[in-house]
């Protein structure tokens, strides 16, 4: 009899999955929740909607998508004993989130120079929530990817990429939720 | 399109980005409003398709591809019915 279970089948390791799959409900419960509460005042949420800066996030999307690009690249570059390469790819990846969390910043700034805080209506306290939740992601993210850079064995590099590409996957969803629909 | 997996996912993520912030900033009458909706979560969800696929590598694991594609279907649906609710109150 085999010992081969269909959790064999997922790449790398099941906790980093579960982790994944964690987080997942977790943003969803939120993603959920924001909707849940739009329903009681969509004119409000609309009108909230219109102070984020859509342009800023659809570049923070561009930025965050070609990172994971760079952190899957670097997996496969180490697995072919190029080291320098994975490690310089990581290293970029690494910087492009100092810049979605540097594009972030500017767009908190930029709200707190409106006096918007997290309590001026219920759309900015899910907004703060959810986006600072996810960013401070990306902060541990960048910091995953410098360690995985620095200690570059294979499984490690895999085991970062994969919690840089949960932070990326949650960002696909969070992103069209809270900025795009109108 | 090239034939790295990988960088044609990465393109496919950056059209597919594109593809949603131009739907939404599209002047939709109001009656078409569930259309933009269904159409924005509709690319979210094949973004999280092509991550899930190329990025963290289900393309290798189909049962759990189609498993994870089916769940955040499900879940992008529930997002919709919550998005159209006030409409249809």
Known sequence: MSDESVLDELPGDLMIWVLIVSELLVFGAG???FLAVRITDPAGFAEAQD???RTGAGV???VLVTSGA?????????????RGAARLALVVAAALGVVFLWIKGAEYAAKAAQSITWDTHPFFTF?????GFHAAHVVAGVLVLLLVAWKDAPRNIEAGAAFWHMVDLVWVLLFPVIYLLR | ?????????????????????????WPWPPALAALAGGLVLGLAWLKARVILSRYLGLC????WRRGFGISLALFCLLLLGLYLAPALA
């Open chain 1, 127 to 131: 907004y703060y929530l959810l986006t």
């Open chain 1, 31 to 33: 993603l959920a929740a």
């Open chain 1, 70 to 82: 760079l952190a899957a690249w670097a997996l496969r570059l180490r697995e072919s004993a190029r």
């Open chain 1, 60 to 62: 923070n999307t561009v």
């Open chain 2, 1 to 25: 399109m090239p034939a790295d997996p990988l960088l044609r996912a990465w393109l496919w993520l950056i059209f597919l980005s594109f593809g949603s912030t131009l739907v939404s900033l």
């Open chain 2, 60 to 63: 290798d694991a189909p049962a």
């Open chain 1, 51 to 53: 102070a984020l800066h």
